[in-house]
């Protein structure tokens, strides 16, 4: 079963639009974290956010902000007056136990954001 | 700044042939991951390594293995290559602990087989 919901998988907009990325999860932990990365063209995956799964204040880092709802397993990514360097393929990876019993990140498929100048 | 070094960004195989692919980090993190990434799929979980020698398996462990002799290197062996281990290939390490470290990631290596 999937873990991990990123719906959008492509985004396109025009530069200075807000646009906001969705993720849903499912766990059966009570007690879990969540990330996302940021993977622009150069390939190599960027840390962007990790959240506690107790701790549901919404996060706010210059352009970036993270609304996460445990009600409803989402943890959405919105970025304010995008601009063309945020185009990049962006993960939510919860950190849920996977079926081999390993303790890697989950993730999702990815959103690829492209911001057009 | 955490450094993870993947040996390769392009690789280039023959099918049968066998393959290692190595990963180095400079932050003596305990733990360590293999990620192979697919259009489509995202990123998927081969292994990880939470200490010299030691191994388990991730979400999707067939027809690879691992080896880690050193704590900073990791090293992917694909024992026989096939067309569909064609894929981008990331590395990752991170502190020890379960569930809230940050990962820091390779460039990644790229491996076609042939």
């Known amino acids: 079963a999937q873990k991990v919901t990123q719906a959008q998988t492509e985004i396109s907009v025009v530069e200075k639009e807000d646009v906001t990325l969705d993720c849903v999860y499912e766990?059966?932990?009570?007690?879990?974290?969540l990330f996302w990365y940021k993977q622009p063209p150069s390939g190599e995956l960027v840390f962007l956010i990790r959240?506690?799964?107790?701790?549901?204040q919404n996060e706010i880092s210059g352009r970036y902000s993270w609304n996460f709802q445990k009600s409803t397993s989402s943890f959405n990514f919105t970025i304010t007056a995008s601009q063309v360097v945020d185009s990049a393929v962006y993960f939510c990876?919860?950190?849920?136990?996977?079926?081999?019993?390993?303790?890697?990140?989950?993730f999702g498929k990815g959103t690829h954001l492209i911001i057009q100048p | 700044d955490v450094k993870v070094t993947q040996s390769s960004r392009y690789l280039v195989k023959r099918t049968g042939e066998k393959v290692f692919l190595e990963c180095v980090q400079d932050m003596d993190h305990e733990n360590m991951f293999w990620y192979r990434q697919d259009p489509g799929l995202g990123l998927r979980l081969i292994y990880f390594s939470y200490d010299v020698k030691m191994k388990e398996k991730g979400d999707i462990p067939e027809g690879y293995s691992v080896s880690r002799e050193k704590k900073e290197r990791f090293s992917l062996i694909l024992e026989s290559a096939s067309t569909n281990q064609t894929s981008m290939y990331l590395c990752?390490?991170?502190?020890?602990?379960?569930?809230?470290?940050?990962?820091?990631f390779g460039a990644g290596t790229r491996l076609s087989v042939l």
């Open positions: 766990t059966r932990d009570t007690t879990y974290y």
């Open positions: 990876a919860p950190r849920v136990r996977s079926g081999g019993g390993a303790d890697g990140l989950t």
């Open positions: 990752a390490s991170s502190p020890p602990g379960r569930g809230r470290n940050i990962q820091y």
């Open positions: 959240r506690n799964s107790f701790d549901e």
